[in-house]
């Protein structure tokens, strides 16, 4: 049968508020948070207490599906075609961490590795954002994205961009090399060679960055190094607002879900959106593998 994707969107966001509670409620542990990789890749209890809570529930509502989720990814068992619930129990754990009211829980429903259901929730801001493909994005259930509507600006060049880059966890070897340089192209002065974009912002989760851009606050948002449950729910949420996800490296204008090199951009009117991708392209540094 096919998935009522109303019922899912809506049964995702009863999930995402009592997420919520646990994370507005818990006492995170600043000074010694489990480490995954690094200083810079964390856990808590609370990741596995959420996404232990999201899992139960939806296996017992939808014992048909496939649940994908951070916290238990096994490398042996990739995303399939099968309809799969995506799952990141709190995007953001550095912020939550470090109490910086920027992290959030972001659930994805994908059929046939294309994001269909997104919902993302800040818990310490209360905005909701939501979208199911076909139908719209929102904030708040009421709000629809982007915020300015038809009033958006074109996109004009990376000289007038807001964009959203993230350091990441992986601080090593060539993609580190090609993210710095990057980002050190892309601020630089034109007459040095730059893009002179505006500014940077970082988020410190993707999917806040992702639905940033789907809201039209940011203009892009590049990232290599982030995974499936961090853009699957800002996806649908992205593309149902007008906006567009492609490739992290140069030519890919249809990227995969777990691909893992991500360059989102925002909904525009006119051609903007293609012009300034390439643009962004031509900056990248390097390839990121
Ligand atoms: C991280 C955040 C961060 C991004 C990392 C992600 P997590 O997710 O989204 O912004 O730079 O690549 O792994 O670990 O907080 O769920």
Redesign the pocket.
């Known amino acids: 049968t096919e998935p009522n994707l109303n019922e899912i969107h809506d049964f995702l966001v009863s999930l995402a508020f009592k997420a919520g509670e646990i994370i507005n409620n818990a006492l995170p542990d600043t000074s010694g948070p489990g480490s995954?990789k690094n200083s810079a890749?964390?856990?808590t209890q609370y990741?596995r207490a959420v996404e232990n809570m999201i899992s139960t529930s939806l296996k017992e509502k939808y014992p048909d599906y496939a649940f994908h989720g951070?916290e238990t990814y096994d490398p042996a068992r990739p995303l399939t075609d099968a309809p799969t619930f995506i799952v990141?129990?709190?995007?953001?754990?550095?912020?939550?961490v470090h109490g910086f009211p920027c992290?959030c829980v972001?659930l994805g429903f994908a059929v046939n590795r294309i994001p269909t259901v997104g919902v993302v929730y800040n818990p310490s801001t209360k905005a909701l954002y939501s979208a199911i493909k076909g139908q719209g994005a929102f904030l708040n259930h009421e709000t629809r994205l982007p915020l300015k509507g038809d009033h958006v600006e074109p996109l004009s060049g990376l000289s007038n961009a807001l964009i959203s880059i993230?350091?990441?966890?992986?601080r090593r070897g060539s993609n580190w090399e090609t993210k710095v340089r990057t980002f050190e192209k892309l601020g630089q002065a034109k007459e040095d060679g730059g893009a002179m974009v505006r500014s940077f912002r970082?988020?410190?989760?993707?999917?806040?960055?992702i639905c940033a851009v789907a809201e039209g606050t940011l203009d892009l948002y590049w990232?290599g190094?982030?995974?499936e449950?961090?853009v699957c729910a800002g996806w649908v949420i992205l593309s149902e607002a007008g906006g567009i996800m492609v490739d992290g490296n140069p030519g890919g204008w249809e990227t995969s879900l777990d691909g893992r090199k991500y360059l989102a951009v925002r909904g525009a009117p006119s051609a903007g959106q293609k012009g300034i991708v390439e643009e962004f392209w031509s900056y990248i540094q390097g390839t990121l593998t």
């Open positions: 995954k890749d964390l856990v990741d951070e990141d129990p709190i995007d953001g754990t550095v912020n939550f992290a972001s993230e350091w990441g966890s992986d970082s988020m410190g989760s993707a999917a806040l960055n990232e190094g982030c995974w449950w961090d």
